[in-house]
């Protein structure tokens, strides 16, 4: 059983890149046809996919947060990262780490469409 855990700061002031990590634990990040994403969710609103990074290392972003966000990997430790630059108190939500096979859910996203959730952790972006 495939089991994911972000980890990462929880506090972050305005201008700052906020830098998660999460570790999988289960299943190697770089076989079969899954794709590795990133999903927040801020207060009082929905799930919002931010960006995935598929096994064969492909990376694919929510236009909206392009320009801020990179997705990486370290294979040798199985994690794949999130990186948000230039972070605002509109940025402060629940951030969690999921696995989806064969494609990923840019809109409308259900936890249902993710076969694998981290727990999800807090960030909160002073002004």
């Known amino acids: 059983q495939v089991q994911l855990q972000e980890s990462g700061p929880g506090l972050l002031n305005t201008a700052q890149t906020l830098s998660l990590t999460c570790t999988v634990a289960?299943?190697?990040?770089?076989?079969?046809?899954?794709?590795w994403n990133w999903i927040r969710q801020p207060p009082g609103k929905g799930l919002e996919w931010m960006g995935a990074i598929a096994s064969s290392g492909s990376t694919y972003y929510m236009p909206s947060l392009k320009s801020r966000t990179t997705i990486s990997r370290d294979t040798s430790k199985n994690q794949f990262a999130l990186q948000l630059s230039g972070v605002t108190p509109e940025d402060t939500a629940v951030y969690y780490c999921?696995?989806?096979?064969?494609?990923?859910?840019?809109?409308?996203?259900?936890?249902?469409?993710?076969?694998?959730w981290g727990q999800g952790t807090q960030v909160t972006v002073s002004s």
């Open positions: 999921a696995r989806s096979t064969d494609q990923f859910y840019s809109r409308n996203i259900r936890r249902d469409q993710y076969d694998s």
């Open positions: 289960g299943d190697s990040i770089t076989t079969g046809l899954h794709y």
